[in-house]
């Protein structure tokens, strides 16, 4: 088990108490928090999972990235424990269907996809309230940084997003 | 000044510690003798952890300027890039330690930082030591993230954070290994 996964874990328990309690504001932002990642993690997977069933994606790479959004999902409902309200996403985005006809076509889409899930971490990041938790939580926005690059790496573009 | 080679180590060492090693070791004495930023803003207003991570920045850019002189084409394209990146990150922590009252610490000499670096001989080297600078600084910003007191500060650590890691990715693609091998970026120190 990775050392970010053994700390994700190990912060999940007091989270989950955490966040179970009623105590009003600060426990239901950080609840709302984790749960809007929660759908993003759970659309990520959902499309890497449909884009290998439908060869849109090399099967090597979409294994990979499939398994670290599993990782990702696992540790969030970990993070919530008995507090989540809402059943996560199951399916890629309505609207997206265009996306799975291909190799290029589904990087253009999940390039687009990773980039919002990294901008809703850098959002909870900067103000999530459970201090346990934050470098865990980085550590899963790294990850999905790293995701960029290499759909970036598929469609031939520049790795680092400029131009 | 003749540069300073990879430090005598224990032969049982790989190179590729040596190299770690040796990054993490100039990037300490870097950022080591640097004066606080200031006296200026009050204790865990943030400056001096901001400070901190400017200095870092700085040895990181002076770093990345000794890998692009070892690498070609697209290597040093992106050596290029990725060291104005850190120089950007470096003006942005300066702002936020301005915006508190503070000095932010400017950068050294390039000579100054490159006799600490290690020797590096080739591409293979210089992309080792890349890979190594750039999990320093992710594990940086991930550590800075808890002691960051306000919302904009902690912003910035998360973008920067997120910046260092694509970084990092493309240095494993230009050592021809995946872009992201691991679900969990922690960085090292």
Redesign the interface.
Known sequence: MSASRRELLAGAASAALALARSAPAGAASDVEQIERLLTLEGRLEAAYRMALERDAIDRSLGQTLLAHEREHVRGLEQVLGGAARRPRATVPEPGGGVAFTGPRAFARYALELEARTVAAYEDVLASYRNERLLQPLASIMAAEAQHEVALREVLGTDLLGVG | MAKASVPRVDPRLTRRSALGGAAALALASCRGGDPAPSQGPRAGSGAALLGSIIALEHAAAAAWAEIAGRLGGDGRR?AE??RQ?EIGHAERLGGLVREIGGTPPEGRPAAEYARLFPQLRDESDALRFAGDLEERL?RA???A??SLPD??Q??A???I??????????V??LAGE??????????TL
């Open positions: 992106y890039a990725i990146r992710v910003y991930l550590d993230l808890h919302v904009d902690r912003r650590a998360a973008e954070a997120a910046d260092e890691s694509e970084d990092l990715a493309v494993h693609v995946p872009a992201a091998p691991r679900p969990f970026v922690t960085g």
